[in-house]
Each structure stands twice: as C-alpha cells, then as structure tokens.
C-alpha cells in the first residue's frame, strides 16, 4: 500500500516512517460499480483516497433529480470536508467503476494535518481548487445555454492520443445531462446535431471530436 500512497499527492514529501504510520491506522476497501459510499447528509467520521476506479461526486433533491459537482480519478480524495467541521456531507459519492480506497479515520487525520503544516497547505489549496471550480459551474450554469454547457464539458475532458480527439470516460446521454443540469432529451437533440453536423462520432462506446466544435447552437 505504500507505493499507491507515495503516489497521492496529498502525501507527497512524507517520511517512509510517517507511511508507515498511514498504513498502519487506515484501511483500504473495494466497492464494487455503482456502490453510494457517502450519503449527502450524514455525520463524516472517515475520508477516502481513490487508489483505483473512478467516482462521481453529486448532489439531488427530493425528487432524485442528480447535478455532477466532480467525476475524479486515482490519487484523489473525498470527504475531508465532514472531517474539519463537523458538519453532514455536503454531496454524494458513488462508485462509477469498481474502486479501491485507503479510508483513513477522522482521529488519525486531523492528527496528522496537526502535525504537518505542508500538509495543511496543500489541503488548502486542493479546497481552494474545489471552491474555484463550484464557483465556475455556477456561472456557467447561469450564463450559459445547454449547449454551452455541453460544449465545455466536452472540451475539459476530452484528451489527445495521437493525434485523435477523444473523451476517454463512457459517458451517456443521462450522464452528460447530469453533469451540466439538463435533461437527457436536450443532450440527445444536441448530440445528434453534433453528429450529423460531422463534429463528434462514436466509436466502441467512446466518443471522438473530429472538429473544433461550433461556439453555439
């Protein structure tokens, strides 16, 4: 386990000793796909480092009705909010894949947050990140259409392999909705346009931008 936390950068420049100290008080559990691991509004006594999979990071109201705050990778973390305050969780997690965590207890955290004030920075700036981004889907929300919206989400995580334009993620129709706040028929009109107007194609299950997609709809 200690080679997977070198790799968190939370922890970088931590002392094999401390590691070790890590390892020993945390433990790591694997959640199968679709697994809700934290529930919006309950007490917080545990954070989660992802080791492998992926998750997605919502909140909904009564009517189940989910926005997408954040879909992240290995090396990240959740739920170290509820640890500092003391408050319910302010959003939902759920498994997107089967994933594998180090869950770490709030004693052991904060103890080492104390201890550390590098540590304490770089959490304050991975908080800071997580406030800029909330403050920029916010905007975008109110200052932009559904296809704008779309449009960014795309471009953010779309990569380059080879010369080929490409979201890596699975993503579907309802999942894209989600994550922009839009409903699954808006996505599919625009898709379909995108589509037929020769900007995106799909391809085993992934898709691929093969034009500078059109700054409006």
Known sequence: MAA???????????????????????????????????????SGTSMYMLLSGRVKVFVSDQHGKEYILAVLGPGEYVGELALLDDEPRTASVETEEQSTFL??????????????????????????????????AVKNLALRDVYGRVRLLLED??????????????????AIADRVGSSREMVARIMKELVYGGYVR?????????????ENF
């Open 4 to 42: 997977s936390l070198k790799q968190i950068p939370l922890f970088s420049g931590l002392s094999d000793e401390e590691f070790a100290k890590i390892e020993a008080s945390s433990s790591t559990k694997t959640y199968n796909k679709g697994t809700i691991i934290i529930n919006e509004g309950d």
């Open 103 to 136: 869950v770490i207890q709030k004693d052991d955290f904060l103890k080492l947050v104390a201890a550390h004030s590098d540590l304490q920075f770089k959490l304050m700036l991975n908080l800071v990140g997580r406030v800029r981004s909330l403050t920029e």
């Open 157 to 174: 995580i779309a990569v380059n392999r080879d010369g080929v334009v490409i979201v890596e993620e699975p993503l579907t129709q309802q």
């Open 202 to 214: 799909i391809e085993n299950k992934r898709l691929i931008i093969l034009n500078k997609l059109p």
